[in-house]
């Protein structure tokens, strides 16, 4: 882990525009999640386009798993926390999923995967990120990388929070995975009691908190566990600030730059146009995405 030996500071720290409440729901074989990034706050979090959490411990509730389901137009990000999660794809790749680890897979112009539990027994936990891809690249070849927990780059900072680089860069860390078009921050941060987390964003980024554990407090308003914080886009703002409660906060933060494209949804195909969307459907049903 590398130590930070500067705290950035921020000189117009972003508020919190509103606190999302996710959605409860199922997926793939029935398996249990919350929906807290959905289909009405694509526009608004652009380029994201879905986030779910899962986590229980209960194997009733995961063990029917993601079977071969299709996607195009977008790129899928896996952060396991706890559990064991099988990828197998139609381009070929398999990959096992493990705590710690996270699974990125651009679905570019189409592939079929599953993805499926490895246990019987104990806790999954984690999430799913979808990162919108922009109009250039939807029809770009399918690709995949598995990332180990021990290549998921980590930071300390002088105050004490511990900070996991999934994709950005963090206090002159860069990140495991990094995008051009979206420039994504994915940060796992570890916040004990009290202590304070800054990090710098463009002020024309979209971004969010989710907090997993404890809660944070951000411009003197406080986010308990399982919601979201939508950060306000407040013009000159230089980042975000972010305090662990009381009993400390596991949280992630999320931010990149807006692709400020049409977006066109049919389930799990994003396009640009309802022209590609019902192309989507069409090459799906003649197997043209194996």
Known sequence: ????TA???LARPRAIERLIIGQATSDGDGVKLTRVLTQDLQRRLDPFLMLDAFGTDNPGDYIGGFPDHPHRGFETVTYMLDGRMRHRDSAGNQGLLSGGGVQWMTAGRGVIHSEMPEQEAGRMEG??????LPARDKMCP???????????????????????????ASHGTDGAMQ????????????LPAGTVFEQPLPAAHNAFVYVYRGEIVVAGQAVPRQRMAILANTP????????????????????????????????????????????????FRAGRLA
């Open 1 to 4: 882990m590398n130590i930070s």
């Open 127 to 132: 999430f799913q990120l979808w990162l919108n």
């Open 236 to 283: 000159g703002s230089d980042g975000v600030r972010l305090q662990g409660g009381a009993e400390g906060a596991r949280a992630i933060l999320i931010a990149g730059q807006p692709l400020n494209e049409p977006i066109a949804q049919y389930g799990p195909f994003v396009m640009n146009s309802n022209e590609e969307i019902f192309q989507a459907v069409e090459d």
């Open 179 to 190: 995008r051009e078009a979206t420039q994504p921050l994915y940060l796992d941060l570890t």
């Open 142 to 168: 399918p690709w995949y990388r598995d990332i180990p927990a021990s290549e998921i780059p980590e930071v300390k900072t002088p105050e004490g929070v511990a900070v996991r680089v999934i994709a950005g």
């Open 7 to 9: 705290t950035p500071t």
